[in-house]
């Protein structure tokens, strides 16, 4: 998934300046625009390829939960995430009804939001942590068992390539990031999901009702990922320590995508057995 076109629908400059500072320096993303109201949208979407819809509610020409099904039949194939202040059911419950992708709020970890735009973009469903996920179950996917219930998006994606039998320099390659990166964010996952390797990391996917997707087991041809770009966020992050003695990965570095047949991988990220589970769900 690269080169995806982006518009941006909020009545805030600020706001939108702000996400397209975080937008530019991931590689998945290709053109972005941005609209102020509705019209504004209905216009950019009928005149531009657009791919993906950052939709705010409160708009000064009408509610943007109330015309996502119209930016949907415009064009084939459109992704709309809302990215609000507004966490009311009703309005949530609108937004899924309406046939939006996922509903996250203005507030959430600005990595966070990064991340479920990349997931809408691939596919999938996305709903944030404060979110209420009773009303929105109906379109998203049915809540993870604890531990797992408690990961952001990006880590949710690590796993789910991980459990597709992904090598650290794959999923590297697939998310963005530098091989170290990922080795760290793996080791931070597995002490947070309380697990020693990824053996049991994908079996206790797999048994919490983590499926695998189909991005995740398509394979692709390897080369070495690029050097990721410093992201400068407006909130300073925490650091924490890595499994291996180093220095773990910044909130602030973070990326994502979707994707997992199960072929276990080792804890330093070659190819293992295969893990046959006797009850995955």
């Not at 507004?86 to 996922?102: K, R, W, Y």
Request: aromatic residues 2%; proline residues 7%; neutral net charge.
């Amino acid at each position: 998934m690269m080169d995806v076109h982006v518009l941006i629908v909020d009545d805030h400059p600020i706001f939108r300046q702000g996400l397209r500072a975080l937008l530019v320096q991931e590689r998945w993303v290709g053109a972005i625009d941005e609209a102020a109201t509705v019209a504004e949208a209905v216009r950019t979407v009928t005149q531009r390829p657009v791919d993906l819809v950052s939709l705010d509610v409160h708009l000064p020409d009408g509610r943007g939960t109330d015309h996502v099904g119209r930016l949907l039949r415009i064009r084939r194939g459109l992704r709309v995430l809302m990215l609000t202040g507004d966490a009311g059911e009703a309005t949530v419950a609108a937004a899924v009804g309406e046939g939006a992708h996922g509903y996250l709020l203005k507030d959430d970890d600005p990595d966070d939001v990064v991340a479920a735009l990349r997931t809408v973009a691939a596919g999938g469903f996305v709903l944030g942590p404060r979110v209420p996920h009773t009303l929105a179950a109906q379109r998203g996917p049915a809540p993870l068992a604890p531990p797992l219930d408690k990961i952001t998006p990006r880590e949710r994606d690590l796993l789910v390539y991980l459990t597709a039998g992904r090598g650290n320099a794959e999923i590297a390659q697939r998310l963005g990031l530098a091989e170290k990166t990922v080795r760290n964010q793996m080791s931070f996952l597995f002490d947070k999901i309380g697990v020693n390797d990824r053996t049991n990391a994908a079996i206790l996917a797999r048994r919490s009702g983590l499926a695998p997707s189909a991005r995740a087991t398509t394979r692709s041809t390897l080369t070495p990922p690029a050097q990721p770009t410093t992201r400068h966020d407006l909130t300073p992050s925490t650091q924490a320590t890595g499994r291996d003695g180093g220095a773990s990965p910044t909130l602030a570095t973070a990326r994502n995508d979707l994707a997992p047949p199960i072929r276990a991988i080792a804890h330093d990220g070659s190819a293992s057995s295969t893990v046959q589970p006797h009850d995955m769900h």
